[in-house]
């Protein structure tokens, strides 16, 4: 008999965005997952801790050892099951969650679709690891600042009216602004060379705040931006000028879709995406990691093009029977992701799921009955779930509790 639920072990990576020491919560969660040799170090930063079969940093069954990956190619039928195999064709899971810390901003940055993913891999297999597209969510778990998607183009073209903006505008006016004359300008800035970008934003800070509009926000960016990364980033005069600047509060999520520009900035969260690694980079980050803007120009999608067509609204999860589960579920992509919350003493019961999942608790503490036995659920305990496997669950302090799922 194959055992449907395991335990996992995860692992954190260091990328110098993140959090540092015990104030990264993917290193906390991390470090609670009994029985691993994990110990945060306050000198390091933790930015992602992953939970899947990516083999950059996989998850172990944390009674065995073993890389959950190779289980799930022993027993493929029991735990992924035949209508997620025959779907993608591979036994392996189709989606990779993660839970980020971030305490400055990620590079910006989209991840190719599927037609350019495959050329870039088999032309850089080394750069691109995967030929998969990359679809995301991330769902806020404490206040969450991100860069996602255009504003409506009456707010970018008002304020590409601010004189240092208006060297980045198309030197031939044409009859309207549409996206192309949003993609020259976008391309224009990415190009600039240091000191125009330094020079643009110090102007920017000399003009009076009423001149921004409603986005009085720019001017207190450019400096936090600047500290972060450099006052010649490139990615600062795009983010700022041209994205949505979204504040987020615990339980809200944005979805990016392929190709879609996207920075995140400070917060915790839990992200979600189909399982790949690809990433065009152009700004907060060094030169040298950029990626080239012509390739990055050349896919890039106009949607969403304002904050409110970014955001993903979770809905009630109809198969959970005591409706203390939200489903955030993003067009096209290989998941979807419950958020269940369980009062003290309260229980939740979700019917069986015809695909592969990976639960996370992020907090209290509590039971889950599922395959049966009963396991133990407490902040950072992960849980592989086999495809078909029916979930009881039982607080006995507030249980918050994320599942990826794939059907
Ligand atoms: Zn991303």
Not at 37 to 51: A, L, T, V
């Amino acid at each position: 008999m194959v055992q449907k639920v395991l335990q996992l072990k995860c692992q954190c990576n260091e990328y110098p965005w993140g959090k540092q020491g015990s104030e990264s919560l993917a290193a906390q969660l991390c470090a609670k997952t009994p029985g691993t040799d994990f110990k945060i170090d306050e000198n390091k930063p933790y930015s992602e801790m992953w939970m899947g079969t990516y083999p950059e940093l996989p998850s172990y069954v944390l009674e065995t050892g073993e890389d959950l990956q190779k289980v799930l190619d022993k027993h493929s039928q029991e735990l992924i099951g035949h209508g997620v195999i025959r779907k993608f064709k591979h036994t392996m899971l189709p989606y990779l969650p993660k839970v980020l810390s971030i305490a400055k901003a990620l590079p910006l940055q989209l991840h190719p679709n599927k037609d350019l993913a495959e050329e870039l891999h088999r032309k850089d297999p080394s750069q691109f690891t995967d030929p998969n597209h990359k679809p995301e969510i991330a769902l806020a778990l404490s206040d969450f600042e991100a860069f996602c998607g255009f504003k409506s183009l009456e707010d970018i073209e008002r304020l590409m009216q601010l004189e240092p903006l208006k060297k980045f505008l198309p030197e031939v006016k044409k009859p309207r602004f549409d996206d192309q004359t949003l993609k020259h300008i976008v391309r224009e800035m990415l190009k600039a060379s240091d000191e125009t970008i330094a020079e643009t934003n110090d102007a920017l800070l000399k003009l009076p705040k009423e001149k921004f509009g409603k986005d009085t926000y720019i001017p207190d960016l450019i400096p936090r931006l600047s500290n972060q990364y450099d006052k010649c980033d490139n990615g600062t005069v795009v983010a700022l000028v041209l994205m949505n600047y979204l504040q987020l509060k615990a339980g809200d999520s944005i979805y990016i879709p392929a190709d879609g520009i996207h920075a995140y900035l400070s917060g915790d969260i839990i992200e979600c995406m189909a399982r790949s690694d690809n990433v065009l980079n152009t700004g907060f980050c060094p030169r040298a990691d950029r990626n080239n803007v012509d390739t990055f120009c050349s896919v890039l999608t106009f949607t969403p093009h304002t904050a409110e067509e970014a955001l993903l609204k979770p809905k009630k999860f109809e198969r959970a029977r005591n409706g203390k589960t939200k489903i955030y579920a993003p067009p096209l992509s290989e998941f979807n992701v419950l958020s269940t919350e369980i009062g003290d003493g309260e229980n939740e019961m979700i019917s069986a799921i015809e695909g592969p999942s990976i639960l996370l608790v992020t907090k209290g503490s509590g039971t889950l009955k599922a395959d049966g036995k009963e396991h133990k659920l407490s902040e950072g305990y992960i849980y592989f779930i086999g495809q078909g496997t029916e979930m009881e669950f039982h607080s006995d302090k507030a249980l918050q509790i994320f599942t990826a799922i794939v059907e």
